[in-house]
């Protein structure tokens, strides 16, 4: 079990030295959609949303300092002058901030209808563990993780109870075009834009939401690689 240790300056200047050295680190160590133990620029444990809100100043930025059951992160004060390092650190705590407000509701109603015609309600859907993947044939992050969310529905399809489904901006045709060039093994939905837009006020694409037997959404994240773990907890 890995021990938290707090950072020193050199350490935090070297990863700050420039944006892309930077943005490498948090990517593969801070990633925010995760779960993880929140702590003040003190090392006192704060609360995953009061955490974010300081992000979204601009004046700390979040580092990795451990793991134990979940991985530890803390805020170091940022006196750099690198703007898009500091905006971007701020865009992503607002993401985070947003799909963390999002857990615990309810998944908004729904009737669905994919490419093969087979219809999804929350009635047929009761007891099921869902994992929604939101996403347009344009998006190009969204297309780059097919292999990798595929790859998911391989590891899950032992599991009745587990349901993938794609909601997706382009219409029926386009999509049955696209797909046949860049399979998706998610049920895909077609023409849903007003719904993920509208009503379940999705912020950015890809975005995958993971829903748990009850009907209420447990996980949201921008990033596949955290999808699994998700799908873990909510099972």
Same mark, same amino acid.
Not at 159 to 186: E, T
Not at 189 to 194: D, F, I, S, T
Not at 198 to 214: A, E, F, M, Q, S
């Given at each position: *079990?890995?021990?938290?240790? &707090?950072?020193?300056?050199?350490?935090?200047?070297?990863?700050? $030295?420039? #944006?892309?050295?930077?943005?490498? #680190?948090?990517?593969?160590?801070?990633?925010?959609?995760?779960?993880?133990?929140?702590?003040?620029?003190?090392?006192?444990?704060?609360? %995953? $949303?009061?955490?974010?809100?300081?992000?979204?100043?601009?004046?700390?930025? @979040?580092?990795? /300092?451990?793991?134990?059951?979940?991985?530890?992160?803390? !805020? #170091?004060?940022?006196?750099?002058?690198?703007?898009?390092? %500091?905006? +971007?650190?701020? %865009?992503? @705590?607002? =993401?985070?901030?947003?799909?963390? =407000?999002?857990?615990?509701?309810? !998944?908004?109603?729904?009737?669905?209808?994919?490419?093969?015609? $087979?219809?999804?309600? &929350?009635?047929?859907?009761?007891?099921?563990? !869902?994992?929604?993947?939101?996403?347009?044939?344009?998006?190009?992050?969204?297309?780059?993780?097919?292999?990798?969310?595929?790859?998911?529905?391989d590891k899950?399809?032992?599991?009745?109870? +587990?349901?993938?489904?794609?909601? @997706?901006?382009? =219409?029926?045709?386009?999509?049955?075009?696209?797909?046949?060039?860049?399979?998706?093994?998610?049920a895909v939905?077609?023409? *849903?834009?007003?719904y993920m837009? $509208?009503?379940?006020?999705?912020?950015?694409?890809?975005?995958?939401? /993971? +829903?748990?037997? =009850?009907?209420? /959404?447990?996980? *949201?994240?921008?990033? @596949?690689?955290?999808?699994? #773990?998700?799908?873990?907890?909510?099972?």
């Open positions: *079990m890995q021990k938290p240790v &707090p950072l020193t300056y050199a350490q935090i200047s070297a990863l700050t $030295k420039n #944006y892309a050295t930077w943005y490498s #680190y948090i990517y593969n160590e801070v990633p925010l959609a995760r779960q993880f133990k929140p702590l003040g620029t003190n090392g006192k444990l704060i609360t %995953r $949303k009061y955490f974010l809100q300081q992000l979204l100043t601009g004046k700390v930025l @979040a580092f990795s /300092i451990g793991q134990k059951r979940h991985p530890i992160y803390q !805020l #170091y004060p940022y006196e750099g002058k690198d703007v898009q390092l %500091r905006t +971007v650190s701020q %865009r992503l @705590a607002q =993401d985070a901030l947003y799909q963390t =407000d999002r857990v615990g509701q309810p !998944l908004p109603a729904f009737h669905f209808t994919d490419l093969q015609g $087979k219809t999804y309600t &929350p009635e047929a859907l009761r007891g099921k563990v !869902l994992v929604f993947k939101c996403w347009f044939i344009h998006c190009v992050g969204c297309v780059k993780e097919f292999p990798e969310v595929n790859a998911l529905v899950y399809k032992i599991y009745n109870d +587990v349901i993938f489904i794609s909601l @997706a901006y382009d =219409d029926a045709p386009a999509l049955r075009k696209f797909l046949l060039q860049k399979p998706l093994q998610y939905v077609p023409n *849903m834009r007003n837009d $509208k009503v379940l006020k999705v912020n950015g694409y890809p975005t995958h939401v /993971i +829903v748990g037997r =009850d009907g209420q /959404i447990v996980y *949201m994240t921008n990033t @596949a690689a955290y999808v699994d #773990y998700a799908i873990k907890a909510a099972l």
